[in-house]
């Protein structure tokens, strides 16, 4: 089994920064894409970006406009999402997520809260 544990979230000023971080541990075997996800009070869950293991080819939702970046540690098998000029309309639950390469098995962290408020 996988297990991924998020970090990093919490409340921010509109124009604020976060970074998120996420380490997976377990048996993770072949090529994977890690990435987060994020659902608002009242919404579904929507992609905001993925990165794979290997080449590090990255997936960014529309709303991310230039103001997110993942990226990754392969040696700490971490995947991080920096977010710059954070607008109120980010605020949700963000979730880590891995899906394998093979086969369609995918985990999911718990999550980590972020408010953006004034």
């Known amino acids: 089994q996988v297990q991924l544990v998020e970090s990093g979230g919490g409340l921010v000023q509109p124009g604020g920064s976060l970074r998120l971080s996420c380490a997976a541990s377990?048996?993770?075997?072949?090529?994977?894409?890690m990435g987060w996800y994020r659902q608002a009070p009242g919404k579904q869950r929507e992609l905001v970006a993925t990165?794979?293991?290997?080449?590090?080819?990255?997936v960014y939702a529309g709303f991310v406009q230039g103001r997110f970046t993942i990226s990754r540690d392969n040696a700490k098998n971490t995947v991080y999402l920096q977010m710059n000029s954070l607008q109120p309309e980010d605020t949700a639950v963000y979730y880590c997520n891995l899906k394998m390469l093979i086969g369609t098995t995918e985990y999911w962290g718990q999550g980590t809260q972020v408010t953006v408020s004034s």
């Open positions: 990165i794979t293991s290997v080449v590090r080819t990255t």
């Open positions: 377990g048996s993770i075997f072949s090529r994977y894409v």
